[in-house]
C-alpha cells in the first residue's frame, strides 16, 4: 500500500522532506508533487513530560528566535548561519529522526494534537462511524500480541497468488492488480486531470519498477556501496518468507532492475511538463511498447474502460516492456515476492518490520533509532482516515478568524504578484497579459476542505493491522479509477488539514494551505507583521509562484497545459532560469555530492519569486507609513530574517545524499540563503559589500 499510488497534480513546499520516498516507483515526478517539503510529511515528536505539547510558542517577543541567531557571522559569508548559527550549534537529530529543525517541531506539533485526538477516541468503546474507524486502526497497529502471533500468515494469500502465475500475460496482470494491494509493477498509473483537458480525469502512466531512490542507484558509482547492500536487503525479505535459493534470486532482481534504471528517464527528464504529456488509447499503447501485455494489465488495475492513456516518459516504455519481455518469469515472480513482502513489512510482525527499516531508515537514510510505535500508529491513522481526523483537528485547533486572516495576507501576495509582472522589463505586453489573466484565475484554499471525504466504505477492524492496510489500498485504488474520464471534482484536497505543507496545482491553478502549517513561526497573528510577511507570505508567495516556475508557466490560467508565451519572452525567462540553475549546480553540501540546479529549478525560483513577492507585499501593506525597528531591525531586515529562520534544520549525511539524488527541493540551507543573495533589497538590509555568497548586481538572477 504506497501512498504515491495516489498522489494527484500538484507542486508542494516540500517543509520536511522525509526520505521515506525509498523507492522510486515512477509517481514522485515534480508535475505531480510540488510542496515546501515533499510528497510524505515526517511525523515527528517525542513524548516530554509537563507542558501543553498541543498549543503552539511563539518564536522570541515578535517573532523571530534572535537569541538562535550568530551575529559574529557575516551575511554574505553565510546567512543561513547568521539567521540560526546558536540554534543550529545546539541542535541535535532526535535518534528516531533523520532531519530535524523548525518546521520538523511544527510537525510534532501536529503530531501531538493527532495524538491527543486519536488516544481519546481508542480509549472508548461506544463509537460509530470514522470515529470508531479511527480508534480501530490505532488499535490494530498497537496491539501487538496479534501481530506477532500471526507473523506472516496475512502474506499467504497474496505470496500464493504470485506462485501460481504462469504466463507473462498472468503476471502483467498481476501488476495491474498491485495498484490497489500490496506488490508493485514495471509501469506506474495513477488517475489525474487531463493536462490538455484539466476539467476531466484521465489515467496517467509512469515508469516504475526501481526498488532503491533512483535510477542513479545503480548506475553512478558512489552508489555501489548501497546497491550492493540492496542485493543483501532484498536476499534478507525473500529469506523471510522461505523463498528457496534467495541470494540467486536477489542477485538476479537487482540485475533486472539495473536495465530498467539504465533505459528509464532521469528526474530532471521527468520533470518536462510537456514531453511528458504523450496521449495513447490502449490499443495504441500495446502496439507502441509490445512485450507487455497492456490489456491484461488495464484489466487487473480495472482501468480497461478508460477512454485514454497519457504516459510520462513514453521513450523509456518500450525498452522497459522489452526488459520485462526478456526476464525470466521466475525472475518476475521473485521480485513480485520480494516486492509484496518489502511493501507489507511494517505491518507484519517485528522481524520483518525490523529487517524493512534497517535498510530502507538506517542504511539509507541515516536514521539512528526506529520510531516509536505510537507515532508510526498515528502515521497509520493518517494514511488510513487522513480528512476523518482532518474534521476533529480544524474543530479544535483551527480557529476561524486564523482562516481570516490568512485569507487577507494571500490577497495581500496575490496583489503584490499583480504588481511585480506590471513592472517587469524584460516581458512583452502580450505576455504579461496573460500572465495576469492567469493570475486572476488563482483558487485559493485555506485551512480544510469544503467537502470531507466518505470513508462509508472503508472496513476497518481493531485487530487486524495488515487487513486494514490492505483494505484501505483497495478502498483508495477503486476511488481513483471511479473517476476515470469523470469530471474533476474541484472541492478536493491533496493534502489532510493536519499536514505541514502547502502546495500549488497547476491544471486546478489553485494554492492550498492546510490548516498545521498556520502556526509559529510561519504564522502567528499576534507576531510582528514582517515576520508574518517573511514567513507565511513567502511560502504563499512560493506557491503563487509556482504558476510561472519552469514548468507552471506551461500551463495557462485554467489549467490546460499550452504554450501561452511569446518566442522572445520564454527566450529570456530560459536564460535566467539557466543562470539560476548554474548557482544551484555549486552547492555542494556533502563532499562529492552536489545540488542538481536542474532537478531543484522549480523549486528554486518559487523560493526566490516567493520572497520577493513577500517583501512586496510587506511593503505594500504599510502604505506609505515608516516600518517600525524592532530590537534594532528594520522591516526589511526582518522580513527576511523570518524567511530564512523557518528554514533553520539539520539532516544526517545519509538522508543529505539520498535527498540530492530524489528531490526537487534544494538543501535548507541554500533555500535561505540562494534567494537572499539574489535580492538587491537584502544587500540593502543588511549592508552585504562582500562576502562568500556577494553577486554582483549583474550576476543576480531577475526572473519575477
Known amino acids: 500500500m504506497r501512498l504515491l499510488k495516489l498522489l494527484t497534480l500538484t507542486t508542494a513546499l516540500a517543509l520536511v522532506t522525509s526520505p521515506v520516498l ?32 498541543t498549543t503552539a510558542a511563539r518564536f522570541g517577543t515578535w517573532g523571530v528566535d534572535l537569541e538562535g541567531m550568530d551575529t559574529s557571522v557575516k551575511p554574505g559569508d553565510s546567512f543561513f548561519r547568521y539567521v540560526n548559527g546558536k540554534a543550529l550549534d545546539g541542535m541535535e537529530i532526535p535518534a528516531d529522526k533523520t532531519s530535524y529543525g523548525v518546521a520538523y517541531k511544527l510537525l510534532d506539533l501536529s503530531e501531538a494534537r493527532s495524538q491527543a485526538i486519536i488516544e481519546k477516541l481508542a480509549a472508548r468503546n461506544d463509537l460509530t462511524g470514522d470515529d470508531a474507524k479511527i480508534a480501530a486502526m490505532y488499535r490494530s497497529m498497537m496491539d501487538t500480541q496479534i501481530i506477532e502471533a500471526r507473523d506472516a500468515a496475512p502474506l499467504a494469500p497474496l505470496l500464493a497468488s504470485v506462485r501460481s502465475i504462469k504466463t507473462r500475460s498472468e503476471m502483467a496482470a498481476w501488476m495491474g492488480r ?29 515508469q516504475s519498477g526501481l526498488g532503491l531512490p533512483d535510477r542513479d542507484y545503480y548506475l553512478k558509482e558512489n552508489f ?41 528517464w532521469t528526474r530532471i527528464e521527468r520533470r518536462d511538463s510537456t514531453k511528458t504529456y504523450n496521449p495513447f488509447s490502449r490499443a495504441e499503447l500495446a502496439k507502441y511498447a509490445p512485450g507487455f501485455d497492456w490489456a491484461a494489465f488495464f484489466k487487473g488495475a480495472q482501468l480497461d474502460k478508460a477512454s485514454k492513456v497519457v504516459v510520462g516518459e513514453n521513450t523509456a516504455f518500450p525498452k522497459i516492456a522489452q526488459v520485462f519481455a526478456d526476464t525470466p518469469l521466475e525472475t518476475l515472480k521473485a521480485w513480485e515476492t520480494f516486492r509484496v513482502v518489502d511493501e507489507a513489512a511494517p505491518y507484519l510482525s517485528e522481524r520483518f518490520v525490523r529487517t524493512a527499516w534497517t535498510f530502507r531508515s538506517k542504511e539509507l537514510g541515516g536514521q539512528k533509532q526506529q520510531r516509536p510505535r505510537w507515532k508510526r500508529a498515528i502515521s497509520a491513522v493518517e494514511g488510513s482516515l487522513g480528512e476523518a481526523l482532518g474534521r476533529t483537528y480544524v474543530a479544535e485547533y483551527f480557529p476561524a478568524e486564523s482562516k481570516a486572516k490568512m485569507k487577507a495576507l494571500v490577497d495581500d501576495l496575490l496583489s503584490a504578484m499583480k504588481i511585480r509582472i506590471d513592472n517587469l522589463t524584460w516581458m512583452s505586453p502580450d505576455t504579461k497579459a496573460k500572465a495576469q489573466e492567469k493570475l486572476s484565475k488563482f483558487v485559493v484554499k485555506i485551512g480544510y476542505p469544503d467537502k470531507w471525504r466518505d470513508y462509508s466504505g472503508l472496513t476497518i477492524e481493531a485487530g487486524d493491522l495488515y487487513g486494514n492496510q490492505e483494505r484501505t489500498s483497495a478502498f483508495n485504488w477503486a476511488f481513483q479509477v471511479s473517476k476515470v474520464d469523470q469530471p474533476v471534482d474541484r472541492l478536493e484536497w491533496g493534502m489532510t488539514p493536519q499536514t505541514v505543507n502547502a502546495y500549488y496545482s497547476p491544471t486546478q491553478n489553485e494554492i492550498v494551505f492546510p490548516a498545521a502549517i498556520l502556526q509559529p513561526p510561519f504564522f502567528d497573528p499576534e507576531a510582528d507583521a514582517a515576520v508574518n510577511y517573511g514567513g507565511i507570505g513567502s511560502v504563499i508567495g512560493h506557491e503563487i509562484s509556482h504558476g510561472f516556475d519552469d514548468q507552471g508557466r506551461n500551463y495557462d490560467g485554467d489549467g490546460v497545459l499550452t504554450d501561452w508565451w511569446t518566442a522572445q519572452d520564454a527566450d529570456k525567462f530560459t536564460v535566467q532560469a539557466t543562470k539560476l540553475g548554474a548557482q544551484y549546480d555549486a552547492f555542494e553540501p556533502v563532499p562529492g555530492h552536489k545540488v542538481q540546479g536542474g532537478l531543484t529549478m522549480g523549486e528554486n ?40 529562520q523557518v528554514w533553520r534544520s ?29 535580492i538587491d533589497a537584502w544587500y540593502d538590509a543588511f549592508k552585504v559589500f562582500d562576502g562568500k555568497y556577494f553577486l554582483k548586481p549583474e550576476d543576480r538572477v531577475r526572473i519575477w
Open 22 to 53: 525509498a523507492a522510486d516507483n515512477g509517481l514522485a515526478t515534480e508535475r505531480t508533487q510540488h510542496s515546501l517539503h515533499g510528497l510524505e510529511a515526517y511525523l515527528a515528536a517525542d513524548k516530554a513530560d509537563g507542558g501543553d505539547l
Open 178 to 206: 498491485s495498484s490497489g494491494t500490496f506488490g508493485s509493477s514495471f509501469f506506474g498509473a495513477y488517475v489525474a486531470a487531463d493536462e490538455k483537458n484539466p476539467r476531466v480525469n484521465v489515467v496517467n502512466m509512469v
Open 224 to 264: 555501489a556501496d548501497k546497491k550492493a547492500k540492496y542485493e543483501i536487503y532484498v536476499a534478507d525479505m525473500l529469506r523471510l518468507v522461505g523463498y528457496p535459493n534467495a541470494a540467486q534470486a536477489a542477485k538476479d532482481i537487482v540485475a533486472m532492475e539495473t536495465k530498467i534504471a539504465e533505459v528509464s
Open 605 to 644: 525560483i518559487a523560493d526566490l519569486a516567493g520572497l520577493m513577492i513577500a517583501l512586496d507585499a510587506y511593503r505594500l501593506s504599510l502604505d506609505g507609513k515608516e516600518a517600525p525597528v524592532l530590537d534594532g531591525f528594520t522591516g526589511d531586515q526582518r522580513v527576511f530574517l523570518a524567511a530564512g
Open 650 to 678: 539539520k539532516r544526517r549525511e545519509a538522508t543529505m545524499i539520498q535527498l540530492l539524488a530524489v528531490d526537487s527541493h534544494s538543501p535548507d540551507e541554500f533555500r535561505a540563503l540562494g534567494p537572499a543573495r539574489n
